[in-house]
Structures are given as C-alpha cells and as structure tokens.
C-alpha cells in the first residue's frame, strides 16, 4: 500500500496503580481515513487519546505521529478537541481560537484572519465578539471545535465530538469532519453513539474494558456476525428449523435480544443463515409452508449490534450510558 | 520557549483586562492622594469648636483664654507663611534650592515638634506685635505675585466662649448635670448671633488648690471625682483637652513659683537652654559618623518595601491560583497540554503574571512619587531626596531580587496547589496554612529594624521563605556578609526546589479530577 501510515501505535499500555485503563493496544491509521474510536464510557478511548498526544505518558509500548516519537514535535500538524469542553469564560470567541492557534505555531496575524473566517463560515460571525460566556452551550462547543481546527492541522482528534449537541448542530458537526477528510486530512474521533460512527467512519476501533476488539472497515465488522433473517409470526416455525441454509433458529425480544432458555418463544425469532445462502429463499419457504409473517427483515447488521456481538452483555448495557 | 513566551503573553493580556486589575491599580494611588487631599480636607472641614470654662477657683481663665489665643495666633503665622512662599515670585519662578539628606541631622520627631514650637512663641509674638498680616503683606508686596487671592485668616480650631446661664454654676454635680444639654447638642450656646453646639465644657472647682498633686505627699485617692473636669461627648479629639490642661499646669506651676519666691522670668530663661545632643553610628567612616536624616530613610525605607513585597507577591499569587482553577475546572488545560509542555505551560504561567505583577507594583512606585511630586512645596523636595537616597542606597536592586524570587517561590506554591484543586472552595482550605505561615513577615516587620541583627531577625533569615521578607527588612543594616551570601544561596536553591517539586505536582496535578490527593500521594508525584 502506497498510504501513508498517520498514527501507530505498539502494543501500547497504560497502567495507574493496580488499574489498567488501556491495555496491549496495537493500531495504525493511514492517511486520509475516518477512524472511529468506539467503546462504552470508561473503555480507555480518552485515555488512548491522550497518550496518542503526548498528555500522558504510555506505561509501556511505542507511539509514533507523522513517523514521530513525539506528537508535541508536530504539534502544529494535529487538532484536539477533548471530551470534557470548555473556555476561558473572559475571552473573546475569535481571540481564543487565535489563541489556540498561535500555539499551533501561526502567527498572530495570520491567526486572528483564520478564527473570524471560520467563525463566519460557521455562523459564528455575530458572536466572534463576544466572551464566551455570553455564548450559548452549543455554540461555544463550535468555537472550541474551530479553535481545534484553525491551524488547519493534518491530523484532527475529536474526543466525543457530537455530545452535548443538538441534531442540527450535529449535523454541522459531520459536515465538518467530511469537509476536513475530502481535503484530506486524517480524522479520528472518539464517540459512544453508534450511529454516526456508521454514517462518517470507513475505518473503526472497537474497544472495551482497556483492550482492543476490532479494527478495521465498517463492512469488515459487520461480517463478524453471521448473516441472519428476523422475522415476527404467530404461526409455527418448526419447518424453517429443518431447511438446509438455517444453521441455527433463536427466540428473540422485540428489540432483537435473545431470549434466555426457560422463556416461550415467539412472535419474533431470529434464523442464522449460511453464508450462501439467499435470504429470498427462506421467504420462498415461508410461503410454501403457510407461515403467516408480519415481518420479514434481512438487512445488515447495525454497528450496535456488532458491538454488542462483539463486547458481549455486560458492554450493551455499559453503551447506553 | 517559544511556546511558554506565548502562554506568558496572553496570561498578562487576559489579567491587564480584568476589572480586578485595573481596581488593583487605581486603588493604590488613590489611596495615597486622597490621604494627602484628606489631611487638607479635614484641616478645612473641622469646624471651630467652642469650649466653655467654669472657673470657680478664679485663678485659670486668663491662662486659658491667652493658650487659645495664642494657638490661634500661631495658626495665623503659618498660614500666612504658606501664603507668602506659594505667591513668592521666587517659588513660581526658578525650583527652590535641593536639600541634601545626607548633610540634614536625624532628629527625634517630638522633640523637634517642643522645640520648634517653644521658640516659635517669641517669633509668632513679635510678628503681631511689629503690625501682624496688614504690615507685612506691605512689606512683602514687592517680593509677591500681583496675581493672587487675598490672605484669608483661618477660622480658630478651639475658641474660648462664656458659659451661658445656667441654674446653679456653683454647684460643681448640678453644673456638670446642665452642661450636658449643651454638649449633647440639646441646647445651643450664641456665638456672636449664632447658634453653636458647645464642644466641651470645663469644671474647676472652687477648692482645686487643696486636689493639687505634690510629689513627697502621695495622695490616697478618696473615690470621689477630683481635680479639674473635662467633659465632651468627642473624647477622641484630645487636642482641646491637652490645651486646656497645658494651660491650667503652666499657669499652677507659675504660682507654685512665685509662691516659693523663685523668680519667674528666670525659670523661663531656664527652661529654654538645652545642649545640643548628636547621634553618631559607629560603622561609618569617619568625618560622616553623624546620623543624618538620609540614614533614617535607609533605616525605615525597607519597612515600606517589605510591605509592598507583600503585598505584590500575596495578591499576584493569588491571580496566578485562581486562573490555574479557571483552566483546570474547564478542562482547557487538555487542549492546552496538547500544544505545550506542562513545563512549557508553568513557565508562561509564572512569568506572564509575574509581568502583571510588576506593572502593578511599578505603577504604585510611580504613583506614590508622582502624588508626591505633584504637590509642590517642601514634599516635592522630600520626594526628591527620598528617591535620591533610595537609588543610591541598592535598596531598589535588593527590592527586585527579593521579589524575584520569593515571587517565584510562593506562585510555585500556589501553582501546585491550584493544580490539585479543582474549586477555589477546595483551594481555600489548602491556602488557610499558607496564609498563616505567609503572616510572620508583617508581625516581624516593625520589630526588625530595631534590632536588624538581633536573634529573632537572622534566625528568620535563614528560613528560605522568609528570607526575602527579613532580609529586605534588614537590608539598610549591613547584615553580615555571610548572612548575606549565606541566606541568598539558600534562598535561591530553595526556590528552584520548589519550583522543581511544583512541575512534578502541577504535571500530574492539573489533569487529575474529583478529590484533591492525600498527603502521601503527593510525595508519591513528587518522588516520580
């Protein structure tokens, strides 16, 4: 592959005490790619964040940005969003996204430029003015995003990027990101909503409880769970269970969650089919074996479901959070 | 470096906006200009008080009536002085000759104040006499600016006025019982057709003689009220009351003199000689061993400098605490630790407001002089030799290194306390034992230069966080060389102890939440 390889990271470990926050993390990100961190609250996405910048320092393992030891040696090529948001409350919105970018190795006239011209181009023109303290939540969450991008850095780091906003603002939000990556800049951003890792990432990281679970495309996860047909009837299924292609029939809730052994079965019920298998066919037997459906559905896995495949119960519960 | 030059930057722009600082830096000088424009103010705004006298005894109310008038008289003097040196045309024409502090005695403030007054007496007495204001305003005039205001004669500070009628004057209980209307403003006495309040009111009995104190016949007091009364509701205002009492003394000791056949005019002689009295320090070279006025400034100067040390290093330490807080409670230190270094961070901290600091402080300094300066007369000539004395004496280089350092030793402190903390709440109650070990140097202060190489003084000396404090204090003392080098290297070592102790906290310090540490781990933090 001719990509260039933006973030590696070794077997990378982080230990307070008896704690182990993230533990043998190994992963690469090319060039140019969406990369999602994704894990329930705690899982060690922060935690790996900060390390990747250099805030913390790894118990054990190597981490290389741009080829370096040291993401402060390129500091001027990487954007930071932290998870936890906040401003100097006395400061003027332009005046702290020139700040930030300043620090970023800009100089401060050519800072000052940059922070009114996003400011403007994302709606922030009136409030750029302003103290932050005057401007709303949301808002000032834009702010501290353009403050993170201003020195129009190769690398961006979003930790929870869509918390603590509005659909709208989300929205905004992923037009940011896909902005940044069609000019090719390498994203990756940290979140436990599932939905927009699925919408924006082409390339993810599962983790949970400090290790890493997957990595790779979106479609390279959805395959880890075997391909499967929902369907919702009162009758009988007993001549679905004997077809060749249905390796296994399971009772499920409303919501897709098998059912425990001692519970009754039905309406719905979730039939794992084989990989060549064609879903119509099964429709096919319906028919013929006068199965009465209410509902047929064979569409792919959801990331959540991935996840929860993959991190298992205790993770499910934990994602919601 | 680059990068800490920039936090530093915007930690003194941010802080120079702040309310706060521009109170901090106003106050101070306004401070200072309204205590001298209040000291005139006040001169102008009191009003004449009356005091009435009921002299049973018959013997003092003439003694009385001329010290106030005299006071007066001597009020006039004064004034009239000032007038004449304000529209002299020499004044508004070419400065007045520099007074050389270092040729000028030292002298003892009260003493001076006795003597000067003493022998004002026959000076003030020959002016009224020779023609007063009117013949002197003629002979003046053609040293004086056409252009000027009439002399206008101050109003009496205290004025003699008769007792107004009153039911039973010779009853010395009754009387004191129907003053009290008057004094409590109940009742109102007549000033020349005027209703005045009667300030105080003075009771001397008929047998004042026999209450008289001689020494070699010890009175046993008799738990009866004796002797002279003086009554007022205003007993801060002494003034009236010393005068009263000086009058009624001298002219009792006059009496006592005549008594005893002494001639009077030759106690007066007597009591004015004296012999002159020098102070001489031993340290110096010879030919300049007299104690002059600029030794006194070097002595005392330090007083002032250890406070406004204090002063500076407390309340910049305090900013340098709160805006630590601001950063962590915000999590704005992430994205700042993203960019800088936590060193590079703690460096641009400490010195952007230390730059606040400084301008805060150089702004007093100025200010003071500039008030000073401003009001023209003998102050401006003060300020003058003060500053003279104060830049040739290296007090003005000790004050910098001084605070220096023992600014960068107590922001360490607070930097590392307000990264552990994430509520100012949090970092009071860390601050309450700061506070109580930073208080020593202002008890220690008034102490110290009375005895500058006493024990108390350089055992402090040699407590690193106190030595800027004491050692400024002592400065103008020639501290022994030793202690002085001693101190310093101490001083400075420990500073850079501690600034070491703070990178290691405030590292770790600044990223972590929810509860202050314990006092192990952070000796854990300060090992690692």
Not at chain 1, 105 to 113: I, M, S, T, V, W
Not at chain 1, 252 to 262: K, Q, R, S
Request: charged share 25%; hydrophobic share 45%; aromatic share 10%.
């Amino acid at each position: 592959m001719s990509v260039t390889t933006v973030l590696d990271l070794q077997q990378v470990t982080k230990r307070y005490g008896d704690f182990t926050a993230v533990k043998d993390v190994s992963l690469e990100i090319p060039e140019g790619s969406i990369y999602g961190f994704l894990g329930p609250n705690g899982a060690g996405k922060t935690t790996t964040i900060r390390m990747i910048l250099e805030i913390i320092k790894p118990t054990s393992g190597t981490i290389s940005v741009f080829g370096r030891p040291s993401a402060l040696e390129v500091r001027e090529r990487i954007g930071y969003l932290p998870e936890e948001k906040g401003l100097y409350k006395k400061m003027k919105a332009w005046s702290i996204v020139a700040y930030f970018a300043t620090l970023k190795g800009l100089n401060r006239r050519e800072a000052k430029k940059r922070a009114y011209a996003l400011l403007e181009r994302y709606g922030l023109k009136d409030f750029a003015d302003q103290k932050t303290e005057a401007l709303s939540k949301g808002m000032g969450q834009k702010v501290q995003v353009l403050a993170a991008i201003a020195h129009d850095p190769d690398l961006v780091i979003l930790d929870e990027p869509f918390s603590g906003l509005d659909p709208v603002n989300q929205q905004v939000m992923e037009e940011v990101i896909r902005d940044m990556a069609a000019r090719g800049k390498t994203i990756l951003f940290s979140t436990h909503v599932m939905q927009h890792a699925e919408r924006i990432c082409n390339r993810i990281l599962l983790i949970a409880r400090g290790e890493k679970i997957f990595d790779g495309t979106i479609t390279e996860a959805k395959r880890t769970i075997p391909r499967r047909v929902r369907i919702e009837t009162d009758s009988d299924i007993g001549p679905l269970r004997s077809l060749e292609e249905v390796v296994a029939v399971t009772a499920i809730d409303e919501e897709g969650i098998p059912l425990g052994a001692e519970q009754i079965g039905g309406p719905h019920w979730e039939l794992q089919i084989k990989e060549s298998a064609d879903p119509d066919m099964i429709l096919q037997s319906c028919f013929d074996n006068g199965i009465r459906l209410r509902r047929f559905d064979h569409t792919d896995p959801s990331l959540h479901e991935v996840f929860v495949n993959l991190v298992g119960e205790g993770a499910r519960e934990a994602s919601y959070r | 470096m680059k990068y800490a030059w920039l936090v530093a930057l915007r930690e003194y722009a941010e802080n120079a906006k702040t309310k706060g600082f521009w109170i901090g830096l106003l106050i101070f000088p306004i401070i200072i200009f309204m205590s001298f424009q209040l000291q005139f103010l006040l001169d102008k705004a009191t009003p004449t008080r009356y005091v009435a006298v009921n002299d049973r005894s018959g013997n003092y109310m003439e003694a009385i009536e001329k010290e106030l008038e005299w006071l007066h008289k001597r009020d006039i003097f004064r004034a009239f002085g000032e007038y004449a040196k304000k529209y002299s045309k020499a004044s508004s024409g070419e400065k007045s000759q520099k007074i050389d502090f270092e040729k000028v005695p030292a002298v003892d403030a009260e003493a001076m104040m006795d003597q000067f007054s003493e022998s004002n007496r026959e000076v003030v007495q020959q002016f009224f006499e020779s023609g007063g204001i009117e013949q002197s305003l003629q002979l003046m005039e053609p040293m004086l600016v056409k252009d000027r205001p009439e002399f206008e004669e101050p109003k009496y500070r205290y004025r003699l006025v008769p007792m107004p009628e009153i039911e039973s004057p010779n009853d010395p209980k009754a009387a004191a019982q129907e003053m009290k209307a008057y004094l409590k403003g109940d009742e109102k006495i007549t000033v020349d057709g005027e209703e005045e309040e009667l300030f105080a009111y003075v009771q001397i009995p008929e047998d004042v003689a026999a209450t008289v104190v001689r020494p070699g016949a010890p009175r046993m007091p008799t738990g009866e009220r004796e002797g002279v009364e003086y009554w007022s509701t205003n007993l801060a205002d002494t003034d009236a009351k010393d005068v009263v009492e000086r009058a009624i003394n001298a002219e009792l000791r006059r009496a006592e003199y005549v008594e005893r056949g002494v001639d009077f005019s030759q106690v007066e002689q007597v009591e004015k000689t004296y012999v002159p009295f020098v102070s001489l320090n031993a340290k110096k070279e010879e030919g300049e061993e007299e104690v002059s006025l600029a030794d006194q400034i070097r002595q005392w100067a330090p007083v002032g400098f250890v406070y406004l040390l204090w002063i500076g290093i407390f309340s910049i330490s305090q900013m340098l605490l709160n805006n630590t807080i601001e950063e962590k409670s915000n999590r704005i230190i992430e994205v700042l630790l993203s960019s800088v270094t936590a060193r590079e961070l703690m460096m641009g901290k400490l010195f952007g407001i230390a730059a606040v600091g400084l301008t805060m402080l150089g702004t007093w300094i100025a200010a003071l002089f500039a008030v000073v300066f401003l009001k023209a007369g003998p102050e401006a000539e003060l300020a003058n030799g003060m500053l003279e004395v104060l830049t040739s004496s290296g007090l003005l280089p000790a004050f910098a290194i001084y605070f220096f350092f023992g600014y960068l030793m107590y922001a360490g402190m607070f930097l590392a306390i307000g990264s552990v903390c994430n509520t100012l709440k949090e970092a009071q109650n860390l601050m309450g034992p700061v506070m109580i070990i930073m208080i020593v140097p202002l008890f220690t202060m008034m102490f110290i230069p009375k005895d500058p190489n006493g024990t108390l003084a350089t055992v402090l000396s040699w407590v690193p966080i106190y030595t800027p404090f004491i050692m400024m204090n002592r400065a103008a003392a020639d501290p022994p060389l030793v202690e002085l080098v001693g101190t310093g290297v101490l001083m400075v070592g420990f500073t850079f102890f501690v600034l070491y102790l703070t990178s290691k906290v405030f590292r770790i310090g600044i990223l972590r939440t929810g509860q202050p540490p314990k006092i192990k781990e952070l000796f854990r933090w300060m090992r690692s």
